[in-house]
């Protein structure tokens, strides 16, 4: 009997969990149909569109990590039938990830050299990849609010 409660729990954690998964998976699978776009048109650009993803990737996987925390709070809150702290989680959750993709997005536009110097991107395609990090960097708040 045991068994299968934990079978049946390991089959419930999974069932929520794998939306997410999905969802970050095409999140980063964006940059990888960038560069077969580009791929058509040089490949020094789908170089520096592949050294960019790097850190957009990184940024990605952290505003996650931060969105799915919220998540868990107003999930708890929810099921303790507390609408006030969801209401409140939900608007600190908000203003936490705007306020952190504003300064994400600051960051990548206006030091995207020391990033690229991070990733020692060859002199040929730098311009590129600095380029593409800034404005996808600038995007980074959407993504954060998101």
């Known amino acids: 009997m045991r068994s299968i409660e934990t079978t049946a729990a390991k089959l419930s954690v999974f069932k929520m969990t794998w939306p997410i998964f999905i969802e970050i998976l095409l999140q ?3 940059g990888n149909v960038d560069q077969f776009m580009l ?4 490949q020094k650009s789908v170089a520096a569109v592949g050294n960019a993803n790097q850190i957009i990737n990184i940024v990605i996987i ?3 990590v931060i969105s799915m925390a ?3 709070l107003i999930a708890q809150y929810r099921g303790a039938g507390n609408k006030e702290k969801v209401t409140e989680v939900c608007t600190v959750a908000l203003l936490t990830n ?3 993709g504003l300064i994400i997005s600051s960051i990548l536009f206006c030091f995207d050299n020391f990033f690229l110097d991070l990733l020692a991107v060859p002199d040929d395609i730098r311009s590129e990849s600095g380029l593409f990090l800034r404005y996808i960097g600038l995007f980074i708040v959407v993504q954060a609010v998101y």
């Open 62 to 64: 952290a505003l996650s």
């Open 28 to 30: 980063m699978m964006v």
């Open 39 to 42: 791929s058509h048109y040089s």
């Open 98 to 100: 705007f306020i952190f």
């Open 70 to 72: 919220a998540t868990i």
